[in-house]
């Protein structure tokens, strides 16, 4: 199934004209309103935006064509949405494409790599491939460990947990990851949360979970948890949120501990904002080690303004950086590491 955005004036109109262009089977995953491109879309009527699925047997051959109403985005509006214009599909990493190599004398590559805020020892790794030759992929490349989730090999579910402090995204990211998982590769998918602490954070995630068409369960006691797991054995994947914890709550954090056993999940990513400083980071990794995390993931790197500092992040938690959360749409705005890093990083370098 292929995940596509559509703007116009209205969601029954738009709805409507693409039906006609690709069938009834197609799913409408959500709508909101977005103001029109450019300066002067500050005082023109807002638009809606709709997200569809549409299954992968339309085939490339049968992308809508614009209309009058789903017109391709305009250049300004193309910066505004990472470049993704209105009828085409939207990619993951939530970022425009690079522009063309350049040539660059020695030096100059790595203190803009510095400037965003990639550690001196990628920037100069970064910098000499730049002036080597590039396919556009450099970081991808060069990575040392891939931690993109695989559905298991076996019958049984893949059993992956989101911790982390308060305010870092896990639930929104739960939902990009079973989105993706569930629409783009076709799986079985299972939610489980245990964030029952959070005023509207089961409703969230059962939203969610309902528009997904996907199994939600609640679990409010560790004994609860193998039940929901067997509840949900015929799942590829099962995604389990859990409740914000401060670093410095230590009876919080084995609360945690309890549900997270390893003989309860098969991976654990801790996640943390792309903007989280040096030391408040090495306090939370020290914190969440009893919880047995195995991955990290960051958020937000779309509103930093050093996202080189997902490098340092990486590099200080000791564990691989699997996924970066590049804005709030769901689904969409999530990439695997490597790929989210290339567009980030190296935007107007190669």
């Not at 079985?188 to 409703?203: N, P, Q, S």
């Not at 409740?243 to 919080?252: L, N, T, V």
């Not at 980071?281 to 020290?286: N, T």
Request: positive net charge.
């Amino acid at each position: 199934m292929r995940v596509q955005k559509f703007r116009g004036d209205s969601v029954d109109k738009l709805l409507r004209r693409i039906k006609q262009k690709l069938g009834t089977d197609v799913q409408l995953m959500g709508s909101r309103s977005v103001r029109q491109p450019g300066l002067l879309g500050w005082f023109r009527p807002r638009q809606v935006e709709i997200t569809v699925a549409i299954p992968e047997r339309h085939g490339s051959d049968r992308r809508m064509t614009a209309g009058a109403e789903d017109k391709p985005q305009d250049k300004d509006d193309a910066k505004d949405k990472g470049g993704a214009g209105s009828g085409e599909a939207v990619g993951s990493s939530g970022s425009p494409d690079n522009s063309d190599a350049a040539c660059h004398p020695e030096g100059e590559v790595e203190s803009i790599l510095m400037s965003r805020g990639v550690p001196r020892k990628w920037a100069h790794l970064l910098g000499r491939r730049v002036r080597g030759g590039s396919n556009g992929h450099l970081i991808r490349d060069v990575w040392p460990r891939n931690a993109a989730i695989h559905p298991p090999e076996g019958e049984d579910p893949r059993i992956v947990a989101l911790v982390g402090p308060t305010g870092a995204g896990k639930t929104t990211t739960c939902a990009k990851l079973a989105a993706e998982a569930s629409l783009g590769k076709q799986k079985r998918v299972g939610l489980v949360t245990l964030d029952t602490f959070r005023i509207g954070a089961v409703e969230q995630l059962r939203s969610y979970a309902r528009i997904l068409r996907v199994p939600l369960e609640v679990v409010f006691d560790p004994g609860e948890l193998s039940g929901a797991f067997k509840r949900l054995s015929d799942c590829h994947l099962v995604f389990v949120d859990t409740a914000g914890r401060s670093h410095r709550d230590d009876d919080r954090i084995q609360d945690l501990k309890q549900f997270l056993g390893p003989q309860n999940v098969h991976e654990t990513h801790l996640v943390l904002s792309v903007d989280t400083e040096k030391k408040q980071a090495a306090a939370i990794f020290g914190a969440y080690r009893d919880v047995g995390y195995n991955r990290l993931l960051l958020t937000k790197i779309d509103e930093s303004e050093s996202p080189g500092k997902a490098l340092a992040l990486a590099q200080q938690s000791g564990v691989p950086l699997s996924y970066i959360a590049t804005g709030q749409d769901v689904p969409g705005d999530i990439g695997t590491a490597p790929e989210v890093l290339d567009n980030f990083l190296l935007r107007g370098v190669i």
